[in-house]
């Protein structure tokens, strides 16, 4: 119990500390305009209180990844705390906020675009194809846990291909409808239920369960998964939205488009990747408590981290409440699918240049994308999740290299950025080489060795191109895009 309410105080602390002096490094312009303001179009520029704006964010970027990544980051046993919490602090709140404010510099555009401002045009296309991937990927997966979930306290003669089917009509509804309709209507009644949902069960664990809670120790600081997979690099994949997650960079814009106060950026991107921590840490230590290693790795493997959902929720708050704190749970993946889509939307539309101003063109994207997913909801969860994984933490990297460029560019200290961009690069890059989804090399020295000589010359290339780009700025003014009054430079964004 000590070493959760630490990790709890912890995360919090770190808004108000590191959260402030990533906040300072950027460089807030409070009386800026925001493409809120400057290029409304009441669909999805539209200006959003405050409130709202963080609240859409947290379903955004939440999904299941912060209730099933650290259910089966459990598996490691308490060391997945640290990863958690520091993870959280210097890494994927961070991220969330360096590429949200970059953004909201940049007339809102996607990571693509801002790829291809700060990287080079060449990378535009290397990040939309993973964009697209990753997004296409996530919305399959928040389709088929939502319907694991609700089809688990459905009668039988439902189906989890029905409820499949009316997730994917919700969602078809869902994105044809202005973000303040769609998302601001909607989410803060689903934000309600998950943060009731999460008090209820961290709360109920520790009155029932708090002497029995595992502690980070010298002697519990060891890995326990029980299929004796390695910590490194199956510990930062397993646990992503709960402690950094590329996904999240994919929805950030989203809210930028809504934001009216440089201010607000803080709460909405660095403080609900906290609350997401704090998500985490609660079901990380709900599994860790009611189930031994061995229990737990057989509940996953029979069906997903889902059945240790119902079961965490059962125990601790009865039928009733328990039912009701899976359908916190459910609102999480189902948010995030519909965020997902409607990212992949904008993405494929600014890539293919078509103009999305009429009900048609929206569907003549929208469709297929539905009838893909569709298709991949019949390919076996487990093959998906690693896929998902993999192409997560690919585009937390470059969202964290645009960063780190685009603070060099400023000026400003880039490490605060780099030094997580580079940890990620490594880490990728060791799972692609070991893993089946890649090379297959497993976790030899040659796969550590190729991969940190990779990770090596891929940062030389980029720190070369950096010192050029910065060369061939006006030295005078070092005239950046986001200097430039919003709206005044062309953005498919």
């Known amino acids: 119990m000590v070493t959760f309410l630490i990790g709890v105080a912890l995360l919090i602390l770190g808004y108000f500390t590191y959260g402030k002096f990533i906040e300072k490094n950027f460089a807030i312009e409070p009386d800026r305009k925001t493409p809120a303001e400057v290029l409304q179009d009441g669909y999805d520029y539209v200006p959003m209180p405050k409130w709202k704006n963080g609240i859409i964010q947290l379903l955004n970027i939440a999904g299941t990844g912060p209730i099933f990544g650290p259910i089966m980051g459990a598996l490691y046993g308490p060391v997945a705390y640290l990863w958690i919490i520091f993870g959280c602090i210097f890494a994927g709140a961070v991220h969330d906020y360096m590429l949200g404010m970059i953004s909201l510099r940049n007339n809102g555009a996607h990571l693509p675009e801002l790829a291809a401002r700060y990287l080079g045009k060449v990378m535009k296309h290397i990040v939309n194809v993973f964009s697209m991937l990753l997004l296409m990927l996530v919305g399959t997966v928040f389709v088929t846990t939502p319907a694991n979930l609700i089809n688990s306290i459905t009668p039988s003669w439902v189906g989890v291909g029905v409820v499949t089917l009316l997730i994917f009509g919700y969602y078809i509804i869902s994105t044809i409808l202005p973000i303040d309709k769609a998302m601001g209507k909607v989410y803060p009644i ?232 580079v940890f990620m690069l490594y880490a990728v890059l060791v799972y692609i080489m070991s893993e089946p989804i890649g090379f297959r090399l497993g976790l030899t020295p040659a796969a550590y060795i190729v991969s940190a000589i990779l990770s090596a010359a891929l940062l030389w290339i980029f720190w070369e191109s950096g010192k050029k780009q910065k060369a061939q700025l006006d030295p005078e003014h070092a005239l950046l895009n986001d200097d430039l009054p919003i709206g005044t430079f062309s953005s498919n964004g």
């Not at 937390?396 to 605060?416: E, G």
């Open 190 to 421: 689903f934000g309600a239920v998950l943060i009731l949902s999460t008090l209820a069960i961290g709360g109920t664990l520790l009155v029932q369960h708090g002497g029995a809670m595992p502690n980070l120790t010298p002697a519990t600081m060891q890995n326990f998964h029980p299929g004796g997979l390695a910590i490194f690099p199956a510990l930062f994949f397993t646990i992503s939205c709960g402690a950094m997650s590329g996904f999240h960079a994919t929805q950030a814009p989203l809210v930028s488009r809504t934001t009216t106060d440089e201010r607000e950026g803080r709460f909405t991107f660095y403080g609900m990747m906290i609350a997401e921590g704090v998500i985490a840490m609660v079901w990380a230590a709900a599994a860790m408590t009611l189930f031994d290693g061995q229990t737990l790795g057989e509940m996953i493997n029979a069906g997903t981290a889902s059945l240790v959902v119902n079961e965490v929720s059962l125990l601790l708050l009865g039928s009733v409440l328990g039912t009701a704190a899976i359908m916190g749970v459910i609102v999480l993946p189902i948010s995030s699918g519909l965020s997902a889509f409607r990212s992949l939307r904008t993405i494929v539309a600014d890539y293919l240049n078509i103009k999305q101003d009429t009900i048609t063109k929206i569907l003549a994207i929208t469709i297929p994308l539905y009838l893909i997913s569709f298709f991949l909801t019949q390919v076996d969860f487990n093959n998906l999740w690693r896929y998902f994984n993999w192409a997560n933490q690919v585009t937390a990297v470059i969202a964290l290299f645009v960063s780190t460029r685009y603070l060099y560019l400023k000026d400003k200290n880039y490490w605060v950025t780099i030094v997580p961009g």
